[in-house]
């Protein structure tokens, strides 16, 4: 069983940065597609970016160009380095592991994902 905790939120002006990290634990050695998602309230889920075993990446339309996906596997951690936020990026975000490391055309579909965090709040004001 996979325990992923989420850390870094906060409150930041627009214009501002936040690094998001997510720690996980409980691996056995496969390989997993990691996720961060948000959900803001009275929203759907959506996803923001997604990372595969080869440090494949992708970005929601929303994001690309602010926000970057990473991982250090040593430290079996994932972050969300979050630049240029706006007040339309208030959330709850949320980081997910895939036991089909296979990206392919849903990457940012939270419905494929197995384990999830509890969430860390972001914030941004104008």
């Known amino acids: 069983q996979v325990q992923l905790a989420e850390s870094g939120g906060g409150s930041v002006q627009a214009g501002g940065s936040l690094k998001l990290s997510c720690a996980a634990s409980g691996y056995t050695g496969r390989r997993y597609l990691m996720g961060w998602f948000r959900q803001a309230p009275g929203k759907e889920r959506e996803g923001v970016a997604a990372i595969d075993s080869d440090g494949s990446t992708r970005y929601s339309n929303s994001v690309k160009g602010r926000f970057t996906i990473s991982k250090d596997n040593a430290k079996n951690t994932l972050y969300l380095q979050m630049d240029s936020l706006k007040p339309e990026d208030t959330a709850m975000y949320y980081c997910?592991?895939?036991?089909?490391?296979?990206?392919?055309?849903?990457?940012?579909?939270?419905?494929?994902?197995?384990?999830w965090g509890q969430g860390t709040q972001v914030t941004v004001s104008s």
């Open positions: 997910a592991a895939d036991r089909i490391v296979w990206m392919g055309d849903t990457p940012l579909w939270p419905g494929r994902y197995d384990y």
